[in-house]
């Protein structure tokens, strides 16, 4: 089973579980602009103050890793260098669908993209559950496992969305911009399956 072996320095799991606690907040608020768009536009403010906390913290982890070996980590620097990029990532293109959604002036949200943005929300729970076993060093392998079934949902949300596009009658302009916020949302969900990708390697790596 997936277990790190190694422990990690306080101060750096920390910093991820903060990570993992804004990706949460980010998905919860994305979900909240979502279903009620446009009268919750104003929760755009909210995501970019995510997207600004996200770029911190993953500033905060790339100066902790860069003090090399005085920090006691179950992982090298470019796995933490990695993980701390996938997981700023999420945060980045969630708040790029939000602003998306009022920039193009959409009039009312599709259901794919609700259902996207309650995959986003799961799969951000995953994450911080997963973080969590960094620092208590106990399974990752259930965190991950749901993560990637979670992914899977994704990638049929998008199929559906992209069909109901393109049966539905749609203004052309429309479709044009639907289509790119469905490929923020998808985005933000490829970019927690990265996140479940950079676990498992690092846990192979701590038992070979």
């Known amino acids: 089973m997936p277990i790190i072996s190694r ?86 293109y969630a708040e790029q669908a939000g602003t998306q959604m009022g920039l193009y002036r959409v009039e009312a949200t599709m259901e794919q993209a609700m259902g996207f943005a309650d995959v986003l929300v799961g799969a951000s729970e995953q994450i911080a559950g997963a973080l969590r076993c960094l620092r208590t060093r106990t399974d990752l392998g259930p965190h991950l496992v749901e993560i990637h079934r979670l992914e899977n949902e994704g990638d049929r949300l998008q199929r559906d969305a992209v069909a109901s596009l393109f049966a539905g009658g749609i203004d052309p302009m429309m479709i044009i911009r639907w289509k790119d916020i469905f490929e923020s949302l998808e985005a933000a969900v490829d970019a927690c399956e990265r996140v479940a990708h950079i676990l498992e390697g690092i846990t192979l790596k701590q038992h070979h």
């Open 7 to 92: 422990s990690i320095d306080r101060t750096l799991a920390d910093l991820l579980e903060e990570s993992a606690r804004n990706i949460q907040r980010a998905a919860l608020v994305l979900r909240e602009l979502l279903t009620d768009f446009p009268e919750h536009a104003g929760l755009e403010r909210d995501l970019k103050v995510c997207e600004q906390e996200g770029d911190r913290i993953a500033h905060d982890i790339f100066h902790r890793l860069a003090a090399g070996r005085r920090v006691h980590a179950p992982f090298d620097g470019g796995d933490g260098h990695a993980l701390a990029t996938a997981l700023d990532d999420v945060v980045d």
